[in-house]
């Protein structure tokens, strides 16, 4: 019961480990409960459910007596450290905004609201990345290190 983040926790755990391709096989299923929900809503939506609680744990269930769903995952480098992710990575200036909401968390998903007019008001910040891309080779199922390219 998370959100996106706990998932994205869980898929680095599994990853990191000696046995990652056998830990991947372990199914997660997902109890909508964060503030983002986009991978299990994208679940969701293609399974032709409508978004809710209840229809997640169905989803999971269903997956477990039956064909499961993989999804893609991408990698991310920084400093030799690799973070795999899926739907979406934040870098700077969201990924600072939604850190420091945390704070607040209590007050609900208006504190992304207000820290990013704060942000933008009082923050002349910049945010340097090199960026490269890999295409997917559909025939090639293992787990690059990616840590190499450029």
């Given at each position: 019961?998370s ?12 990853v990191?480990r000696e046995d990652a391709?056998n830990a ?6 997902i109890i909508?409960?964060g503030?983002?929900?986009t ?9 032709h459910e409508d978004y809710?609680?209840?229809?997640a744990a ?7 007596y ?5 999804i ?5 480098t ?10 979406s990575f934040?870098?700077?200036y969201?990924?600072d905004v939604t ?13 992304f609201t ?8 009082l923050s002349r910040h910049?945010y ?5 891309y890999?295409p997917?080779?559909?025939d090639?199922?293992?787990i690059e290190?990616?840590s190499?390219?450029?």
């Open positions: 019961m959100g996106d983040g706990l998932v994205s926790e869980a898929l680095n755990g599994l990191s391709k991947l096989q372990i199914p997660i299923g909508p409960c503030s983002g929900n991978l299990i809503g994208t679940i969701l939506c293609y399974s809710s609680i209840l229809n169905f989803v999971f269930v269903k997956g477990l039956g064909p499961s769903q993989c893609d995952a991408g990698l991310c920084l400093s030799d450290v690799n973070f795999y992710f899926f739907t934040n870098f700077g969201v990924n850190f420091e909401s945390e704070l607040v968390r209590r007050i609900g998903d208006i504190r207000f820290f990013a007019i704060g942000k933008l008001l910049a340097k990345a090199d960026i490269s890999l997917h080779d559909a090639d199922d293992t290190d990616m190499d390219s450029s």
